[in-house]
């Protein structure tokens, strides 16, 4: 599952590394979702790549999807829920969000990538239900507006353990908070512990535990 799609070079790559891979992709900013859904075809993956056009979050209604003011390129990708994400918006379009335990999806999850822009938070509260079900790795961004204390109370009350992710190396943290050198975390079950550090080993990666 990739929250946050954006252009969707993550779902491709995705699909490109196993042919059994199947993405269901969401993205709600109508400028980048014609982007994400040009290179879906591009790569010929429209029949395993499903493209949703809704933001994920804690609540099913209308909302404000914030727009910063173009600095560089010639469009804007950076989008988010938040109002203050990056200082002042001067622009929103409205568009539709659900929460992933509304959308009952009859696929079980092993994998989710969310980046919504210090939004990562209100999904987790939305999909507790569904994720709880299916216990999947999460990779989630945490950057400074993310809201630490919400990561935390998901960690707590689902078990979940939660690693920084650093070019060289994985530390197990106890608290969540921001690193300048893991922009990225995963968030892991007990239950895929395994199966995790050894796709860290695979991958050459120091992993530091918090018991070790």
């Known amino acids: 599952?990739?929250?946050?799609?954006?252009?969707?070079?993550?779902?491709?790559?995705?699909?490109?590394?196993?042919?059994?891979?199947?993405?269901?992709?969401?993205?709600?900013?109508?400028?980048?979702?014609?982007?994400?859904?040009?290179?879906?075809?591009?790569?010929?993956?429209?029949?395993?790549?499903?493209?949703?056009?809704?933001?994920?979050?804690?609540?099913?209604?209308?909302?404000?999807?914030?727009?910063?003011?173009?600095?560089?390129?010639?469009?804007?990708?950076?989008?988010?829920?938040?109002?203050?994400?990056?200082?002042?918006?001067?622009?929103?379009?409205?568009?539709?969000?659900?929460?992933?335990d509304s959308l009952k999806l009859k696929d079980p999850i092993s994998l989710v990538k969310v980046d919504i822009e210090g939004h990562e938070h209100a999904f987790l509260a939305g999909g507790y239900q569904t994720i709880q079900k299916d216990r999947p790795i999460l990779l989630v961004e945490v950057l400074p507006p993310a809201q630490f204390q919400g990561l935390q109370d998901f960690l707590s009350s689902s078990g979940y353990r939660d690693f920084r992710l650093r070019p060289q190396a994985v530390i197990e943290a106890q608290q969540v908070t921001y690193d300048a050198e893991a922009w990225n975390h995963a968030f892991v079950p007990p239950e895929k512990m395994s199966f995790f550090l050894k796709c860290c080993e695979i991958c050459g990666l120091q992993v530091q535990r918090i018991d070790t």
């Open 1 to 100: 599952m990739d929250v946050g799609a954006n252009t969707g070079i993550y779902s491709i790559l995705a699909c490109a590394a196993d042919p059994r891979v199947r993405v269901k992709a969401f993205e709600p900013f109508p400028e980048i979702l014609k982007v994400l859904e040009h290179n879906i075809a591009l790569n010929d993956f429209g029949d395993r790549i499903a493209v949703y056009p809704v933001a994920l979050s804690d609540r099913s209604e209308q909302v404000a999807l914030y727009v910063p003011e173009k600095t560089e390129g010639i469009l804007e990708t950076s989008c988010s829920l938040e109002a203050s994400f990056k200082g002042n918006c001067p622009s929103h379009v409205d568009v539709r969000a659900q929460t992933l």
